[in-house]
């Protein structure tokens, strides 16, 4: 199901991507956003293939961050927004969007390592299968 | 101010190079065969591929590119390194599993070779060569660019005379060690370069006055003002562009996919993730930190207007870094460089010598010595190139990532996890990718026709992003337009997709 969704999302968003990045209006760049922001994501999905029930939850949570930051980035654009922390608001939820994702998503994959394919009897099984160089290449 | 009127600099950069050397004699004695000079013999561990793949990402691009490009731009260049966030997870879960994996099942040394063997399409597998070395040459040449700013930065000998001396030691380095040398390099340039972003970060803070007097400065400042500051700047789709190039391309950058065959275990790349994106955010530090500072100290006039962005990261480790923190930040870059460049050519040698023949039906003999002489054409075709680009190095940089970007990502993202691509759609999506990437690029930049008209992209709009969405795009209707065949995919290379 994860699959199925990951996929048409990319095969709908990669055209409309193009489409606003020939238009360049301003519904363009929002479409941008909204677009390139879910992109990573669908194809985090789509390659935890049958481990992505695992992600779910984590990846939800991920879209609605990047979802709201850039929302929020598009929304502060060229206006006279607060200052927190020595810094424009804007400027600070950039920095979020490089810093806070960070640990969810290293360690979402290590949690779910297991579950997304590499386990040993599965990796036992495949050298014990094919070995280098028999399947011809 | 060159780095000669401070002998501590000049000391720590000669200490590093010869370090370096000397890792190139080293391994040019373990480098016995074409496994070795390509995939270093497939036996390294977790904390040297991490260290291996940070340092094939972060570059002469990154650490002069970058605050370079932040001057020109404000601080939506930051959102090419924003994405460091989640890339190492999107590589791990979308493509290293699996390619790590066909090097289980399969003789792999490079990304088309993974291309042939996911896709028996020897069209398809030439076609990722070409982009291949198309992309190199434009990385490599920013490489070469970023090694000459610091010759001419530390000895003075002018940008294209530091070039040349750059060619003649990555030649030397690179065709002696081949992939052993610059895997080995890369763990000696990360730890170096971890310690050293971190020191860059606080001397940057603290020639500002810290961050607050810092953004205070380049607010209210006439050659810069708040638009500075603003994370989507003057053009919004060129910010979002990077984001979407960076974060989405990473999955078709050879250097960096091309360390996971190395890997020695491949349940090892579990903590991969945690272990990249931590190093790479710290060396995102002295990006940001130098980016930031720098303009502030010329709004000050602390420090006299750059005559090229690209003099940034130079004109702040020589004017307001400790003499021997700026030694190892110019050592570390210039290993940064040089790992890097030794990345490069290594790729470029084997797609020349290994997989264009392979493509072609007429596997090269001797592949370890054509190798040799591969890198010497490839490097010097790349500092002609970029020689001739004459723009930032993060702009080529740019341009040479959108290539890898284009043209390979959208076949390895979605072709490794779903059967149904078929060979015809991953031959046009990486055709369209590297065409349009190259096209968009020097159509825009042309000026030998004055009449012809710009490309038809919206004002600010990434040539490379939207090669990107349209490889992607090609690669779904030519997928849905093509039908598959039961034989379409080998039955290992099919167990690997499927775990």
Redesign the interface.
């Known amino acids: 199901m994860a ?1 199925k969704i990951s ?1 048409w999302f ?2 709908i968003a ?2 409309a ?2 489409l ?6 301003r519904t ?2 929002w479409a ?2 909204v677009l ?1 922001a879910a ?2 994501l669908a ?2 999905a ?4 049958r481990g992505a029930g695992a992600l779910k939850v984590g990846l939800v949570a ?1 879209l609605v961050f990047y979802e709201a930051c850039f929302l929020g ?2 929304t502060l ?2 206006r ?1 927004a607060p ?1 927190l ?4 608001l ?2 600070l ?2 920095l979020g ?7 969810a ?6 949690w779910t ?1 297991e579950r ?3 386990r ?1 009897r ?2 036992e099984e ?2 014990a ?9 | 101010m060159t780095g000669l009127a401070q002998p501590a600099v000049i000391a720590s950069s000669l200490a590093y190079l010869a370090v370096v050397l000397a890792i190139g004699v080293w391994a040019a004695r373990r480098t016995h065969d074409a496994r070795d000079f390509f995939i270093a013999g497939q036996g390294i561990g977790l904390v040297v591929t991490t260290l291996a793949t940070m340092s094939a990402a972060f570059s002469g691009f990154l650490f002069l590119g970058g605050p370079g490009l932040t001057y020109r731009l404000g601080v939506s260049s930051f959102f090419i390194s924003v994405p460091v966030s989640f890339t190492a997870g999107l590589l791990c879960w979308t493509v290293a599993k699996r390619l790590r994996l066909l090097a289980e099942v399969r003789e792999i040394y490079t990304v088309p070779d993974a291309v042939l063997a996911r896709f028996r399409s020897r069209r398809a597998s030439g076609l990722a060569a070409v982009a291949v070395i198309a992309g190199t040459v434009g990385y490599l040449g920013a490489q070469l660019q970023a090694l000459g700013l610091v010759l001419d930065s530390i000895f003075g000998t002018g940008l294209a005379a530091g070039m040349a001396v750059g060619v003649v030691v990555v030649l030397a380095y690179a065709t002696a060690g081949g992939m052993v040398a610059g895997v080995y390099t890369d763990v000696v340039q990360g730890a170096l370069m971890i310690a050293a972003a971190l020191g860059v970060f606080y001397y940057a803070l603290e020639s500002g006055g810290g961050l607050g007097a810092i953004g205070r400065t380049l607010a209210e400042s006439g050659d810069f003002g708040p638009g500075f500051l603003d994370p989507l700047g003057a053009a919004p789709l060129t910010a979002l562009g990077f984001y979407f190039v960076f974060g989405v391309g990473v999955l078709g950058q050879p250097q960096m996919l091309h360390k996971f065959y190395m890997l020695d275990d491949p349940r090892k790349l579990k903590w991969f993730p945690l272990a990249l994106s931590s190093s790479q955010a710290l060396v995102v530090l002295l990006w940001i930190g130098i980016g930031l500072a720098v303009p502030a100290l010329v709004a000050s006039g602390r420090l006299a207007p750059l005559a090229s962005p690209d003099d940034a990261a130079p004109a702040f480790l020589l004017g307001f870094a400790p003499p021997l923190l700026a030694g190892i930040v110019f050592a570390g870059v210039l290993a940064a460089i040089m790992s890097t460049a030794d990345s490069f050519v290594n790729i470029a040698a084997a797609a020349l010598v290994h997989d264009l023949p392979k493509a072609f039906g007429r596997p090269v003999r001797r592949e370890l010595a054509r190798g040799r002489w591969a890198v010497v054409g490839v490097t010097v075709a790349s500092a002609l190139f970029a020689y001739l680009y004459g723009d930032l190095i993060a702009l080529l940089g740019t341009f040479a990532y959108g290539t890898f970007a284009a043209a390979l990502a959208p076949a390895f993202a979605v072709g490794l996890n779903w059967r149904r691509v078929t060979p015809a759609a991953a031959t046009a999506s990486i055709a369209v990718g590297l065409a349009l990437n190259l096209g968009l690029e020097l159509w825009g930049r042309q000026a030998w026709f004055p009449a012809l008209p710009k490309p038809p992209l919206a004002a600010g709009a990434l040539p490379s992003a939207a090669a990107l969405a349209a490889s992607f795009t090609v690669l779904f209707v030519v997928t849905w337009w093509t039908s598959t065949r039961d034989d379409d995919i080998d039955a290992d290379v099919a167990a690997v997709m499927e775990m």
């Open positions: 699959t996929l990319l095969a990669s055209p991507i193009l606003a990045l020939l238009l360049g209006t363009s760049e941008f956003a390139a992109f990573p194809l985090i789509l390659g935890a293939g991920l980035l598009l654009h060229g006279d200052w922390f020595g810094l424009p804007a400027t939820l950039q969007i490089f810093l806070a994702p960070l640990p998503v290293a360690l979402l994959y290590a390592f997304h394919g590499l040993r599965d990796l495949l050298r299968r094919f070995g280098r160089g028999e399947g011809g290449g």
